[in-house]
């Protein structure tokens, strides 16, 4: 065996522990083995699956660790073959439990190596899944593959510890009891957990969607498992809760890639109406961010006050709150300057006032008859002087 130390003189240079050499190789040799392991595993995750090459990979590495640290304390005289061999001073019972505790560790580290593989193909069965099927998001699939995840790392945990003989009877009942705590004091947070839930796998809406939800307007910036957030078009950013979410009514203004508008026009009695719409429909198609197809429309929705009210409904691609009022600002601007051209009025609100004479008079408490001329402005007018001498001095019958 050597141990000791070695002394060497070289052309005066002072003396030096070959040791640290040996050392400064099993280093250097560490640090090549984790280099070579970083390129192993990539070219191991081109062929087989990801996780797979990583626990193949790590296992290797620790097992060339080891034997480093092994040579390392046997170099340094740390330990000898004494106590790893015959004249080990621990006799056949300590033996056998410290057997048993190296098995029962190396079941451990097998039960978490295959539910990592397991977890890995999952994901990258997911993965593949999304790629070929369309209908599935790929934010669907992340929870998909986090719940199967929490699963098998759950189902590895017990089996773990009925590895190291832990009595799970217990542990279970204490779960039930703190389960039934835990539901009865966030019944509010529990309910936006199994909101989310729903609203992931039955997407009413996904990030960079244009929804309404309680009159907040938003884009949607995120969705987790509690809440989902949108930005408002002013800036803000504002949070609510999946259980809101899931007993509102949404409005997605993003799901079919276009999103239809309209804006209102008043043209006057007088005009040809025919003609302002053939206009307003031509000039439509010549505005950018309105789309040719489907074909910009006029339709005449109602006899206004003053003006017979048009509908100009057009579509725009990629719905943003942006290129919604580029597009109606656009439309408008263009819509004006084309029925100033042609002569045809936009007309301000009016209103035509007139009266009308009325005849026959009213009957009064007794039964009688009294006529009562009607002025000008469609009132009651004033009696003649013979008339209320008739009737009295002070207007009323006689008795």
């Known amino acids: 065996m050597v141990t000791g130390t070695l002394l060497a003189q070289v052309n005066g240079f002072p003396s030096f522990d070959i040791r640290w050499l040996i050392g400064g190789f099993i280093l250097l040799s560490v640090v090549g083995a984790a ?23 790590l296992f290797s590495f620790l097992a060339f660790v ?30 056998e439990v410290a057997a048993s505790t190296i098995w029962t560790a190396g079941q451990t580290l097998l039960v978490v190596a295959l539910s990592y593989i397991v977890a890995g193909f999952v994901s990258d069965t997911l993965d593949r899944f999304v790629q070929e099927r369309k209908t599935i998001s790929e934010h669907q699939a992340q929870v998909f593959y986090r719940l199967t995840q929490l699963s098998v790392y759950g189902v590895a945990v017990i089996v773990i510890l009925g590895l190291w003989n832990v009595n799970l009877t217990g542990l279970l009942v204490g779960a039930g009891f703190l389960g039934i705590v835990v539901g009865m004091a966030a ?19 996904e990030i960079g969607d244009w929804i309404e939800i309680d009159e ?12 989902t957030r949108i930005q408002t078009f002013d800036g803000e950013y504002v949070m609510i809760p999946n259980d809101v979410v899931g007993g509102s009514t949404i409005t ?23 003609r ?52 109606r600002t656009a439309v408008i601007n263009r819509v004006k300057e084309t029925y100033d051209d042609a002569g045809i009025k ?32 469609g009132g009651p007018g004033e009696e003649s002087d013979d008339e209320r001498h008739e009737h009295g001095s002070d207007g009323s019958d006689d008795a």
């Open 66 to 95: 080891a034997l480093a640290v092994v040579t390392w304390l046997f170099l340094w005289d740390k330990v000898n073959t004494s106590v790893v061999f015959a004249n080990s001073p621990l006799d056949s019972l300590d033996r």
């Open 346 to 377: 936009i007309p301000f609100p009016q209103r035509e006032l007139g009266g009308r004479e009325e005849h026959g008079g009213f009957q009064i408490a007794g039964g009688r008859s009294q006529h009562v001329e009607a002025t000008t402005d």
């Open 187 to 205: 019944r509010q947070t529990l309910g936006a957990l199994l909101a989310g839930l729903v609203l992931m796998f039955s997407r009413p809406f």
């Open 216 to 227: 907040q307007e938003g884009i949607v910036t995120d969705i987790s498992m509690v809440n």
């Open 252 to 274: 997605n203004r993003s799901r079919k890639g276009r999103l239809r508008l309209e804006v209102d026009v008043g043209v006057d009695y007088d005009a040809d109406v025919e």
């Open 276 to 327: 302002a719409a053939e206009l307003a429909a031509d000039t439509m198609k010549e505005i950018d961010d309105v789309l040719s197809v489907p074909t910009p429309q006029v339709v005449s929705k109602e006899f206004g006050d003053s003006a017979v009210v048009l509908g100009l409904r057009f579509w725009i691609d990629k719905p943003s709150a942006r290129r919604k009022w580029r597009a």
């Open 35 to 57: 280099a070579f392991s970083w390129r192993l595993r990539a070219r191991l995750r081109r062929r087989t699956l990801d996780a797979l090459a990583d626990v193949v990979v």
